[in-house]
């Protein structure tokens, strides 16, 4: 494996990423994760699932957002949303990157973004969404939506701008909002999450994924007694093995 470490230039920020890639001199088709918020840190991504879709002839690349963690600035909602077409923009142009064929790979907060950014941009083929958030303006009127911003910000993982936080997400999840835009989907999508998730109900994730055209190719996959991050090592490596046969079978 190869691993390259790129700082992409976002305004006037810095986006921290970590390429993995295959030692073979040629093209391959590259599968982006999106973050959680604020998610693994993309250089743990080698140990945790980078090695196997290196395996099987990927180039991956996980990120922080602008204001998450070794990135440079404040964390907001739209802004990151900008820095996904940033980084396609920058990535495509890799010498082992084939252009023609990119997926999305989105855990939690990563697969509303997933799942909005690919009604927006074609260059997007197929995606992968693992225990979504469904809808994005639900977060901010949860009552522990404060909290929830604090423990982002613990450790000085993510950064955000001295503003009312709810007021603020409320008006960006608009948006973006899974829930709103599923219907306008025109990828291949898989969909998988835990009946045991502690934090988003399958039921209401099927809510979204119902709302995706029925002409598409998709599926919606529950593991029964895994939680919201899949932390159980059996149910870790079915998700890891749904969502890559996916990728392997449609780029």
């Keep these: 494996m190869l691993v390259e470490n790129h700082e992409i230039q976002f305004r006037s920020e810095k986006i ?13 088709p590259l599968i982006i994760r999106l973050n959680g918020m604020p998610g693994t840190d993309p250089k743990k991504e080698k140990e945790r699932i980078a ?9 991956y690349f996980a990120f922080d957002y602008t204001g998450v963690r ?17 980084i396609i923009s920058f990535l495509a142009k890799h010498p082992k990157i084939d252009s023609s064929r990119i997926g999305l790979f989105g855990e939690s ?3 509303a973004m997933a799942l909005c950014h690919a009604t927006r941009d ?14 994005t303006e639900k977060i901010p009127r949860m009552k522990i939506f404060e909290g929830l911003t604090q423990l982002w910000q613990r450790d000085n993982q993510m950064r955000l701008p001295k503003v009312n936080h709810k007021k603020v997400f409320q008006s ?15 990828v291949p999508i898989r969909v998988i999450t835990g009946d045991k998730d502690e934090i ?3 039921k209401q994730i099927k809510r979204m994924y119902d709302k995706i055209p029925s002409s598409l190719d998709k599926d919606f996959k ?10 159980n090592k059996k149910h870790f490596e079915d998700m890891k093995n749904y969502i890559i046969s996916f990728f392997s079978e449609t780029l």
């Design 172 to 186: 960006q999840s608009q948006h973006y909002n899974p829930m709103k835009q599923a219907s306008s989907l025109a």
């Design 200 to 202: 988003l109900p399958e």
């Design 16 to 28: 921290n990423g970590f390429l993995y890639l295959p030692k073979a001199d040629e093209q391959f």
């Design 70 to 86: 070794s990135s440079t600035g404040l964390y907001e909602y739209m802004s990151s949303h900008e820095n996904i077409n940033k």
């Design 109 to 111: 907060f990563g697969g």
């Design 122 to 135: 074609t260059r997007i083929r197929c995606i992968a969404l693992r225990s979504p958030v469904y809808d």
């Design 51 to 59: 090695q196997d879709f290196i395996n099987n002839n990927f180039a």
């Design 222 to 231: 529950i593991i029964e007694g895994a939680n919201h991050n899949f932390s």
